[in-house]
């Protein structure tokens, strides 16, 4: 095949080179002490480009931050780089270029994976996120996968549902939490014993009230034997119900199929105030202490992950000792498949 030699040229100077090709990764950030063995349940090995630092650069990342186990997912969305722009979109609200299902994502954690060894290996534990759950047929990848690697795989998910700007931004109609198209998935994940990790919000941006709530709890109720873990305990940027814990506690006191993950903004947007806990998270969770989990949800660069990890320390610092070592810890491995 020949090549133009304009793109040649265009090649040496680096213009045909991703945007960030020319930048050095930034220098990590520090952790503090570590003062909790954690784990993490929520977290992306691949950004919205599928690019990543790679497995072991986890596993740093993990040591430095005091994380004895992870999730580790790919991402089941891809941003595209639309002909009509000049810059190279990193992340899905870069433009309005829209993102579309790329279910070789699981494949891509596969690989990584692989050039793990033994006691390393055992620290992660993926799950197969690579589908489009509004289509039908999306349980037929999941069964592949499983298929393909025998014995890999400890979880479905992130499945995105009602996800802020992201949902309008992807092609096609995406699947609500109680879609048809996801019952057979949430069959097929119980009866492998396999945690469900759905992203699915409580409200729009602009709504007060839990508008989109039974849609996650009719899968709740469909499903007992499913294990879901609610992601971000169903919020997004920009979303404000003021009655989100008395929601929470509800669900969790009618649904004991469900724990809640309290990964990314919704630890800094609701949980804490000024860099504080509010008394009615920690009663919450005080109240339901094998429910609650934590998660960094970094996406493919893991130079600031400790941070991610450390900011839930003023956390745990006001739970009971016993409450901070679940929610650090424990209470996201309980929810995976027991094996050996
Ligand atoms: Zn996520």
């Known amino acids: 095949m020949s090549r133009h030699p304009l793109l040649l040229v265009l090649a040496a100077c680096g213009a045909l080179l991703p945007a960030n090709a020319q930048t050095p990764p930034p220098a990590a950030i520090a952790a503090a002490p570590i003062k909790?063995?954690?784990?993490?349940?929520?977290l992306h090995l691949v950004?919205?480009?599928?690019?990543?630092?790679?497995?072991?650069?986890?596993?740093?990342?993990?040591?430095?931050?005091?994380?004895?186990?992870?999730?580790?997912?790919?991402?089941?969305?891809?941003?595209?780089?639309?002909?009509?722009?000049?810059?190279?979109?990193?992340?899905?609200?870069?433009?309005?270029?829209?993102?579309?299902?790329?279910?070789?994502?699981?494949?891509?954690?596969a690989n990584e994976l692989a050039k793990l060894s033994g006691e390393d290996r055992k620290r992660f534990?993926?799950?197969?996120?690579?589908?489009?759950?509004?289509?039908?047929?999306?349980?037929?990848?999941?069964?592949?996968?499983?298929?393909?690697?025998?014995?890999?795989?400890?979880?479905?998910?992130?499945?995105m549902t009602r996800h802020d700007d992201l949902t309008s931004l992807t092609y096609g109609d995406p699947a609500k939490a109680d879609s048809v198209s996801l019952d057979p998935i949430y069959e097929l994940a119980a009866a492998n014993d396999l945690p469900v990790a759905i992203h699915s919000n409580l409200s729009s941006v602009w709504r007060r009230e839990p508008i989109f709530r039974d849609e996650m709890t009719n899968a709740l109720a469909r499903h007992p034997k499913t294990k879901f873990i609610w992601c971000h305990a169903g919020i997004s940027r920009r979303i404000n119900i003021p009655t989100h814990t008395e929601e929470i506690r509800r669900i969790l006191k009618t649904y004991p199929n469900v724990w809640i993950d309290i990964a990314w903004v919704v630890?800094?947007?609701?949980?804490?105030?000024?860099?504080?806990?509010?008394?009615?998270?920690?009663?919450?969770?005080?109240?339901?202490?094998?429910?609650?989990?934590?998660?960094?949800?970094?996406?493919?660069?893991?130079h600031n992950y400790s941070p991610e990890i450390q900011k839930y320390y003023v956390l745990l610092d006001a739970l009971k000792p016993e409450t901070a070592t679940k929610t650090a810890r424990d209470n996201f491995l309980s929810t995976l498949p027991k094996r050996n």
């Open 36 to 42: 909790y063995r954690a784990s993490d349940c929520h």
């Open 47 to 109: 950004d919205f480009l599928q690019r990543t630092d790679g497995i072991k650069a986890v596993l740093e990342a993990m040591d430095k931050a005091g994380v004895d186990h992870t999730m580790i997912s790919g991402m089941p969305l891809v941003k595209e780089w639309s002909m009509n722009e000049t810059a190279q979109p990193q992340y899905y609200l870069d433009d309005d270029a829209r993102c579309y299902w790329y279910s070789a994502t699981d494949v891509l954690v």
């Open 125 to 159: 534990h993926p799950f197969i996120c690579g589908i489009n759950s509004a289509d039908r047929n999306a349980v037929d990848h999941v069964k592949r996968m499983i298929e393909w690697y025998p014995g890999l795989w400890e979880g479905i998910g992130e499945i």
């Open 267 to 302: 630890f800094e947007d609701y949980i804490t105030k000024d860099g504080k806990p509010l008394k009615e998270w920690i009663d919450l969770i005080e109240e339901f202490p094998n429910r609650f989990m934590i998660g960094s949800d970094k996406v493919g660069k893991f």
